[in-house]
């Protein structure tokens, strides 16, 4: 029984879930202002004292990184809420991005005991709440290291893979170093991940309790080209390393007109705006181009960002393209919502089939063809197949792919032995261990492209991995 | 920051700095580029490292003043510094030896140029270089480029140096009179490497030129810099940035180059107003 929670557990179960304060639709699709605040502190304790505490929780089990959520709560409950973030901490070192980017509709909440009859506790938006209330109040006190130890360790990638590993590393006492082929920190939490979902502010400040760790970072270093992995483990004297560069090659549809002024993958589309601040051009040097009507092809998150953004950028219609349906649709429920919320417009079931340009290879239209579902596929949905004859022309001038990236070849293509797919990912074993001995991998270099929890647990995993390895040469 | 350790003024508009970035320093060869960014709300611009000192850690970059960030670069003194420097960048030139050679630069493109022909007489090659500006006072390197070429010629669009012309009329006088040529190296403005290219094409020359294009990263992950060789989409940061010219698109990627240019003219006026205290909320 939870002594901090005074609510029977019927009691409990009548309260509502709480719903989040929000920018209005209207307002928001305006500014790149963060859309949701989350909780309020009154908000906080009723969400908080919806909380079961079940003897066997089943919410940590849909946590890839096995947060103590229960134990979390109960200190919210207790009004420590910094106890709260740190029993996070103890899990995840980056509690105000989980918080703000976690699917936990498919995660946590979805198995919380609670939405099977009712809606689950919102777990996502408590985490949210003590990670921001230690921030606003400046209430963070970097872990102790207990035990310094000598032996150095390579991060390549600083976004949430390489974050984690490196935070986890640390805190076993390791001389931990990261390598960022940027300008900033925080791989796609930077550049693709907008300001409206993620504030930068949120990035830095979670970067530097990263550094409090005494992890050093360099930017501006593309390893491959700046040193190599070889040099790494040579001249370096790195013991281990971990790769974690992502996903961050564009793909493209591979239709007529991609190279028409106006098309942008969503890497770039993206990258202009959140790592160059193209939103604020001229303020800003960067320029982005955004006619008053703009595409997004895809179905995934990084369309909703990029689909949103235009919106936000004066778009009079933005678009999504998705050839499926929106079953279908990879992205998380949240951000379809909030998307229609802001008046992007639909196409669905509809497959872009050519852009068409003006003569002086700006875009002027994209033509499209109807599709129908068929057969399941491979990936257990049902198989768009294409319309006879029902094509037909959208007028557009700015269109965005995104419809998924690849690892980017530098690293592999400069270090021997190590072992890649066909889909040119890293291949590795279940503890993130690579072909090369000391060398690990993890995050979208080894899955091609998923969520940042998957990569934290990568992360996570392959320190762990990076530990018993270290610890294993030292016997031999 | 990246300190910059020396500036040398090459011609108007045109200056040459070194740069201290040990690591990159190290690693350079003949075709590197860099991406740099001059303050924390700066572009990341592309340029070639024209040389590097290894033991120094400084590497070189030859600069011409034509938009915001390069005329904001060129008001950059020795003891300041520039925020973020990354490279090497891009495959460095294929350097073998073809016999004859010819290096033909145009403009600012000699300052790339200026390495690989360098890189090409270390390799054993007969250097024939051609320099090309619109006139006297821009032609930059031209003693740099005669001690590694085995001879030089200076072509300037309104005659006020060496031959009256164009850099296609000496290249063509090289290819129907020197025999032997086994490569061309072309690298300036896209109009002139097109010309270039179609050109030595019914010469049969190998012809290698650098592309210039719209980048943002310059490791392969905006895509913007993407051209057509050979009919296939290719990334000039990390598939180029040099191409056989006979197999580019020149006319798309002109094309393309032009995506900016009304916003490019913006931010360079509100640039110079800003330098110069006028307001002109025109170009807001």
């Known amino acids: ?476 | 920051m990246y300190r910059i350790v020396s500036t040398r003024v090459l011609a108007p508009t045109i200056t040459r700095f070194e740069i201290e970035a040990p690591f990159v320093a190290r690693k350079r060869k003949a075709g590197n580029f860099i991406m740099i960014r001059v303050d924390d709300h700066g572009e990341r611009i592309p340029l070639t490292i024209a040389d590097s000192d290894p033991v120094a850690g400084t590497i070189t970059i030859i600069v011409q003043a034509i938009g915001k960030t390069t005329k904001q670069l060129c008001t950059k003194k020795a003891g300041e510094s520039v925020l973020d420097v990354v490279g090497p960048l891009g495959n460095p030139t294929p350097i073998h030896n073809h016999g004859t050679v010819v290096c033909v630069g145009g403009g600012v493109g000699n300052a790339e140029l200026y390495p690989i022909a360098r890189a090409l007489k270390d390799a054993g090659n007969t250097v024939l270089s051609i320099i090309g500006a619109r006139s006297r006072d821009l032609v930059i390197l031209e003693e740099d480029m005669r001690r590694f070429s085995d001879r030089v010629a200076v072509t300037t669009d309104d005659g006020s140096y060496g031959r009256k012309g164009f850099v296609t009329d000496q290249l063509k006088e090289f290819l129907d009179t020197v025999p032997g040529i086994g490569a061309v190296y072309a690298i300036g403005p896209l109009p002139m490497m097109k010309a270039v290219a179609n050109l030595t094409r019914p010469y049969n020359v190998h012809t290698l030129v650098s592309l210039n294009t719209v980048m943002v990263d310059g490791t392969g992950m905006c895509g913007g810099c993407r051209v057509t060789v050979n009919g296939e989409m290719k990334f000039a940061c990390v598939d180029g940035p040099e191409f056989d010219g006979h197999t580019v698109d020149f006319d798309e990627l002109m094309m393309r180059n032009r995506t900016y240019n009304e916003m490019e003219r913006v931010s360079d006026e509100l640039h110079v107003c800003r330098l110069t205290g006028e307001t002109q909320e025109s170009v807001r």
Not at chain 1, 369 to 388: C, I, N, Y
Request: aromatic share 8%; net charge neutral; charged share 25%.
């Open chain 1, 1 to 476: 029984m939870n002594s901090a929670n005074p609510l029977k557990p019927s009691e409990r179960m009548k309260i509502p879930r709480q719903e989040p304060i929000e920018q209005a639709a209207a307002e928001r699709s305006t500014n790149f202002l963060e859309v949701s605040f989350g909780f309020d502190l009154d908000r906080t304790v009723v969400e908080a004292q919806r909380c079961l505490d079940c003897k066997t929780p089943l919410c940590i089990d849909g946590c890839p990184v096995s947060i103590d959520i229960p134990g979390f709560i109960t200190l919210v409950l207790q009004k420590d809420y910094v106890g709260a973030v740190n029993k996070i901490r103890e899990a995840n070192y980056l509690p105000a991005i989980c918080g703000r980017v976690c699917p936990q509709e498919t995660q946590c909440e979805e198995l919380c005991v609670l939405g099977k009859k009712l809606t689950p506790v919102a777990i996502g938006k408590l985490e949210r709440f003590v990670a921001d209330y230690e921030m606003q109040n400046n209430l963070f006190v970097p872990p102790v290291i207990a035990e310094k130890r000598q032996e150095k360790v390579a991060i390549v990638g600083s976004g949430p893979a390489g974050l984690t590993c490196a935070a986890e590393l640390a805190r076993k006492g390791y001389q931990v170093t990261i390598f960022e082929a940027l300008h900033a920190v925080g791989g796609v939490l930077r550049y693709g991940i907008p300001e409206f979902r993620l504030p930068k502010e949120i990035l830095d400040i979670e970067t530097e309790r990263i550094k409090a760790l005494g992890v050093q970072i360099f930017t501006n270093f593309v390893v491959g080209r700046t040193a190599t992995i070889d040099e790494f483990f040579g001249e370096w004297g790195f013991s281990a390393i971990f790769l974690a560069t992502g996903a961050g090659t564009p793909t493209f549809l591979g239709i007529p007109g991609e190279n028409f002024n106006g098309v942008y993958s969503a890497n770039e589309f993206l990258t202009r705006v959140n790592l160059m601040g193209a939103y604020r051009f001229p303020d800003f040097d960067t320029p982005i181009r955004i006619g008053k009507e703009v595409a997004v092809i895809g179905g995934g998150n990084t369309a909703m960002d990029a689909v949103r953004t235009a919106k936000r950028l004066g778009a009079e219609h933005a678009y999504l393209i998705y050839r499926r349906s929106r079953q279908e649709m990879p992205a998380r429920q949240e951000e379809i919502h909030h998307a229609e919320q802001e008046g992007v417009e639909f196409l669905l079931l509809t497959n872009p089939t050519r852009i068409i340009g003006d003569g002086k290879n700006w875009v002027a239209g994209i033509e499209c063809q109807r599709m129908e579902l068929g057969e399941p596929d491979d990936s257990g949905r049902r198989r768009p197949v294409a319309v006879k004859g029902s094509e037909y022309v959208v007028p557009i001038q700015t269109i965005v792919e995104a419809i998924g990236q690849k690892p980017n070849p530098i690293i592999q293509s400069t270090t021997p032995g190590l072992d890649t797919s066909k889909r040119g990912t890293v291949v590795t074993s279940e503890t993130q261990a690579t072909s090369r001995p000391g060398i690990f991998a993890g995050g979208d270099l080894a899955r091609g492209g998923a969520t940042v929890i998957l990569a934290m647990r990568d992360g996570k995993n392959a320190a762990a991995a990076i530990h018993q390895y270290i610890e294993s040469q030292k016997t031999l």
